[in-house]
């Protein structure tokens, strides 16, 4: 059998070694940190993952301040909020939830959000940053892979990782974050030919393609790590939801670990959200 790697354990350690941080600086007579969370419009998903951030938040003594916007906010109206929260000493971390409806645009958004503040690190300061391991601000859920990976694995070096997806939020960075650990990664999407076979030669398989499953038992050499970021809702025949991974897990036992779906990816990612913002407040103070 596969290891499983819990991520919700893990997630909870992250955490408290977060609250013991805001704990240090409120008693150093610092302020605690802050992070304001923007969500426009009424996306169901992103209800439940800001209503989480928050409730996390809360847990570890950040402050959090909350702007919920209706859908036909303007675009100006976003920006001018950005400005104001860039302004105050008070907010350590900005996010803005995504997707943003469409007649925003999202890169203008991100754009306009201090670079030292941008928790989520999409700012494409935060994205050069990463990719030439210069510090910044590294996006939340690769960190959390990082974190999931380094509890199964010590020398990343040479070992051959597969990424499969190549989004700005997962795919891209968390190829970034291991090629600074100096494995040889292969980034492949949904264009990319003979996946399964590349996905064979694999020690490590990353999938964030969004796709339910699209990782079988065949795909995957014994003995390999394998992290599902995939998290995508699907309704059963009796009407239940649930939440589906990118991997087949129970055609995964010949691997070495994998991340279940849900309680692996998922709970680290608003952990790092946490510390980054819990980073950031503590690079501000020092600035
Ligand atoms: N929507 C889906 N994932 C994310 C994330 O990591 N950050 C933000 N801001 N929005 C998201």
């Known amino acids: 059998m596969a290891d499983i790697i819990d991520g919700k354990a893990l997630a909870a350690k992250v955490l408290a070694g977060t609250a013991e941080d805001v704990r240090a600086i409120v008693s150093a007579g610092g302020q605690p940190p802050g992070l304001a969370v923007i969500l426009v419009g009424n996306d169901p998903a992103s209800e439940v993952y800001v209503g989480r951030k928050i409730a996390q938040c809360r847990k570890a003594g950040i402050r959090s301040i909350e702007h919920r916007l209706p ?18 000493p008070l907010v350590h971390g900005i996010l803005v939830q995504l997707p943003l409806p469409r007649h925003i645009d999202a890169a ?13 690190g999409f700012h494409p300061v935060n994205v050069g940053r990463l990719s030439t391991g210069t510090g910044g601000l590294v996006p939340c859920t690769p960190l959390g892979v990082m974190l999931l990976l380094d509890s199964v694995i010590d020398d990343y070096r040479g070992l051959n ?5 190549k989004s700005n939020i997962v795919g891209k960075p968390v190829s970034m974050l291991l ?8 980034v492949t999407h949904i264009e990319t030919r003979d996946l ?17 499953q699209l990782v079988r038992g065949y795909w995957v050499k014994p003995g390999a790590v394998v992290i599902d970021v995939g998290i995508t ?3 059963d025949h009796d009407g239940n939801t649930r939440i589906v991974g990118d991997c087949a897990t129970h055609e995964l ?5 994998v991340t279940p779906v849900p309680g692996g990816v998922g709970p680290m990612t608003i952990a790092c959200l946490l510390s980054n913002t819990v980073l950031a407040a ?3 103070a020092v600035a």
């Open 233 to 235: 809702r699907v309704v």
């Open 196 to 212: 399964p076979d590349i996905a064979r030669k694999a020690d490590v398989i990353v999938a964030a393609a969004g796709a339910p």
């Open 253 to 257: 036992d010949h691997a070495k670990a």
């Open 161 to 165: 990782v597969v990424v499969i997806g």
């Open 179 to 186: 090629l600074e650990r100096e494995a040889t990664v292969t």
């Open 282 to 284: 503590k690079r501000a």
């Open 71 to 88: 859908a036909e906010t303007g675009q100006e109206v976003v920006l001018a909020l950005i400005d104001e929260l860039n302004a105050d």
């Open 108 to 120: 203008r958004v991100l754009d306009r959000i201090d670079p030292e503040k941008d928790v989520d």
